[in-house]
Nanobody, 128 residues
Framework: QVQLVESGGGLVTPGGSLRLSCAPS????????IGWFRQAPGKDREGLSC????????YYTQSAKGRFTMSRDSAKNVVYLQMNDLNPEDTAVYYC?????????????????????WGQGTQVTVSS
């Protein structure tokens, strides 16, 4: 099972930016997807974005479009989530997760139940 480690969370003021990192322990195959999710206090976990390891295509949910950008550094084996213009509603624990099945004809499906390997999460707090 792939193990993932997130980092980069912290306290940021409204309007600020953070870049989260996710380092999978191994790339078991070329056909897998890495997703970013978050869970705010008292709320369900929600999907944000996904990247395909085979072609590098990225996918976003409405919650992430426009302010969040997912990318990867294949040489370093790291996936990133750049978050800009943060607001207090973005306060949550952010998770990365891996899946070999979260796709439909190669297009990632950002659905929590399709991702089987999860990191421990990193806390992001947006507050003045």
């Amino acid at each position: 099972q792939v193990q993932l480690v997130e980092s980069g969370g912290g306290l940021v003021t409204p309007g600020g930016s953070l870049r989260l990192s996710c380092a999978p322990s191994e790339f078991a195959s070329d056909a897998y997807f890495i997703g970013w999710f978050r869970q705010a206090p008292g709320k369900d976990r929600e999907g944000l974005s996904c990247i395909s390891s085979s072609d590098g295509n990225t996918y976003y949910t409405q919650s992430a479009k426009g302010r969040f950008t997912m990318s990867r550094d294949s040489a370093k084996n790291v996936v990133y989530l750049q978050m800009n213009d943060l607001n207090p509603e973005d306060t949550a624990v952010y998770y990365c997760a891996a899946s070999w099945i979260a796709h439909n004809q190669g297009m990632c499906i950002i659905k929590e139940t399709l991702f089987g390997s999860w990191g421990q999460g990193t806390q992001v707090t947006v507050s003045s």
